[in-house]
């Protein structure tokens, strides 16, 4: 079967960092999608890990460990605009498809 | 570039008709198209993966007969829903990959409310 879980909702303030985690158990794993989406809108693409490590992309970085089941996304020097939802999706081996986590909520205040 | 379309982006209807939803890509060709939908304040959830030329694979839980799919092209696929009711009110969401990148590309969202 297919399990991914995410935290429902955070909360952060402007200019500080937050670290969104992950785990999985998925049957098959071909590599970790991270998307953010704003309400109402089609998420958007942040970042892609398939081997174990950190990969950064400016204020966001997200890192795996296979062996754990486990993804972070760490958003470095908050902004407002960065309250959204933020997703993380498992591709399924020998597929395509993306298996969505639960999502989670983040709330930058001021 | 990579970018992909929806339309309508939101429609009304009254219970019991048909909605078709479209998904365009616009700028390159997409092997494989992806239905999603996504009630309020939960994730998506896959609905089929649609390859262009053959039919729909449908998730565990989703009616074939009730959600129609079809891609009739390399840069179309459409998704109808017959005799809609109000439990099928969401978010449609699509996507598109082109077998060569790791990314799917998602289109913005078609909000469908059944009346």
């Known amino acids: 079967g297919q399990n991914i879980d995410q935290p429902t909702e955070m909360t952060a303030t402007e200019g500080a960092i937050v670290q969104i985690n992950c785990t999985y158990q998925?049957?098959?794993?071909?590599?970790l999608f991270w998307y953010q989406q704003h309400a109402g809108e089609a998420p958007t693409f942040l970042s892609y890990n398939v081997l174990d490590g950190l990969e950064e992309k400016g204020r966001f970085s997200s890192f795996l460990s296979r062996s754990k089941g486990y993804s972070y996304l760490l958003l470095k020097e908050l902004q407002m605009k960065d309250s959204a939802s933020y997703l993380c999706?498992?591709?399924?081996?020998?597929?395509?498809?993306?298996?969505f986590g639960t999502g989670t909520r983040l709330q930058v205040f001021p | 570039g990579a970018v992909v379309s929806q339309h309508p982006s939101w429609v009304i209807c009254k219970s019991g008709t048909s909605v078709k939803i479209e998904c365009r890509s616009l700028?390159?060709?997409?092997?494989?198209m992806f239905w999603y939908r996504q009630f309020p304040k939960q994730s998506l959830m896959l609905m089929a993966t649609s390859n262009e030329g053959s039919k729909a694979t449908y998730e565990q839980g989703v009616e074939k007969d009730k959600f129609l799919i079809n891609h009739a092209s390399l840069t179309l696929s459409t998704l109808t829903v017959t005799s809609a009711h109000p439990e099928d009110s969401s978010f449609y969401i699509c996507s598109a990959s082109t077998g060569d990148t790791n990314e799917q590309f998602f289109g913005p969202g078609t909000r469908l409310t059944v009346l």
């Open positions: 700028d390159f060709q997409a092997t494989t």
């Open positions: 999706a498992v591709r399924v081996w020998g597929t395509d498809k993306l298996i």
């Open positions: 998925t049957s098959g794993f071909n590599g």
